[in-house]
């Protein structure tokens, strides 16, 4: 989110000491903080009803919930065995669908619910598992049921400052230069962050002020000074 004034953009900076939004922050630390060991699904529905409850800050809530998933480990491994369990329920199906005749088929198609529960029961059976189970599994890595497995832990108050810092990351993403001034830097510092530059493969015209000494000035091109990879060229900016 920005805002425009005098021909500048500006991003929408939040005050990082809101007594409100460090209430929205440490609540969704908490509900992210707890949420190692169950699936995606119920976080999820967790974190709806902490934002639920401040309807006033519901985009700033997003971008806070948004950030936490990212510091948010999921299983996302594929599992063969899934595809194994899904293998054999189509195979028992078919089979099972066969030998009912034309009228439970019917029933079955139709979405009568005693037919559908006995259904999945008696397929649960011929594999060797419980129907609760067989539910469970069957769509286990489909993305609202995968598991979460670590959650990177951090302050609120530091949430509230990585949302402000995501707002500028924001506007690099999408600008066509940045001008850095550099007062006095340290060679050590000045080594480190040409290297980085040059890692980065972002084009850089370096000088110094004219007003100020012993000052450089970076002017580095963004993405949109390109005609081609912008994406990625402002990923690495």
Known sequence: CFRTNRGKILPKLINPES????????????????????VREKLEEATKQVLDGFPGNAVVG???????????????EVKTELADLRQKVFFH????????????????EEGVAGDLKNFQSEI???????????GRQLYGDLPPFQQVLHFREMTGTGLLHRYNCAQIQ???LRCEAMTVCLPESGA?????LLKYLRFNKLLTRISFHQKME?????????????????QKYGFNL
């Not at 050590?188 to 480190?192: E, G, I, P, V």
Request: glycine share 10%.
């Open 19 to 38: 007594t409100k939004l460090l209430e929205i922050a440490e609540e969704l630390l908490a509900v992210f903080s707890g949420s190692v060991g169950a």
């Open 62 to 76: 997003r971008g806070l919930e948004k950030l936490l998933l990212d510091r948010t480990e999921f299983d996302t």
């Open 93 to 108: 199906s078919s089979a099972l669908l066969k030998g009912k005749g034309e009228i439970s088929l019917r029933g079955f």
């Open 124 to 134: 649960a059976h011929e594999i060797g598992i419980s129907a609760a189970d067989l």
């Open 170 to 172: 924001g506007l690099l």
């Open 188 to 192: 050590a510092r000045l080594r480190q």
């Open 214 to 230: 012993k000052t450089l000035v970076l002017e580095i091109d963004g993405p949109l000074s390109m005609f081609v990879n912008t």
